[in-house]
């Protein structure tokens, strides 16, 4: 896969390899696909799960969004990721293996069921993560929150304007955070796989 980005800005430590996900390879049908399953010691609480492909260059990648499509050419925006009211304790997301394809007016998009091969994607690096909001970045956070506040009621009591807290944004960041440093794990690259069938062309 190739292009600019490398979802969730992805600086993962090379020790969190397979601790808790594993990776394998099918033919759907035609086409390759692959399965990734995840253990997550997060479970329960509200968050979210990523797969993301580094390429092989380690130049660029993509995200698999929720709908299933890979995309490859801007930062994701965290709606896009798998999103859980509770984290499961386990989970396994099916995915295909995308083919570049162009578009009528100079375009181009990753996209599903384009290739009875792998060839273009063979190499890639997989990665899974999970973010979580835990009850120790809610309790940072309200810390955090605290201590603003504080330096607030000073800024008015001398007669200074308050500054803004933006909570969500402070929450958002540390589960990003997290997910970056803490759970990222390695699962292994994308093989070559070949679905074409034996009679096919003739």
């Not at 997060?42 to 499509?69: I, N, R, T, Y």
């Not at 190499?123 to 009850?135: D, I, M």
């Not at 690259?189 to 070949?194: A, G, K, L, N, S």
Request: contains cysteine.
């Amino acid at each position: 896969m190739k292009k600019h980005i490398i979802a969730l800005a992805l600086t993962v430590s090379a020790a969190a390899v397979n601790a808790g996900a594993a990776v394998s390879f099918y033919c759907n049908g035609y086409y390759p696909a692959g399965r990734v399953t995840l253990s997550i010691s997060d479970a329960g609480h509200p968050g979210f799960v990523a797969v993301v492909a580094e390429a092989q260059s380690g130049e660029g990648g993509a995200f698999l969004s929720s709908s299933g499509e890979w995309v490859y050419d801007r930062m994701p925006w965290r709606h896009e990721y798998q999103e859980f009211a509770s984290l499961p304790a386990s989970i396994s997301i099916d995915f295909c293996i995308p083919a570049m394809t162009y578009e009528e007016y100079g375009g181009e998009r990753l996209s599903c069921n384009a290739s009875m091969t792998s060839a273009f994607s063979a190499g890639a690096k997989l990665w899974v993560t999970w973010g979580a909001l835990t009850p120790e970045i809610q309790a940072d956070v309200d810390q955090r929150e605290a201590t603003f506040q504080a330096r607030n009621a000073r800024l008015i009591a001398a007669g200074k304007e308050p500054r803004t807290f933006d909570k969500q944004r402070w929450i958002e960041s540390a589960i990003l955070r997290d997910a970056r440093q803490k759970n990222a794990q390695y699962v292994g690259e994308v093989p070559y796989i070949d679905c074409t069938p034996p009679d096919y062309g003739s």
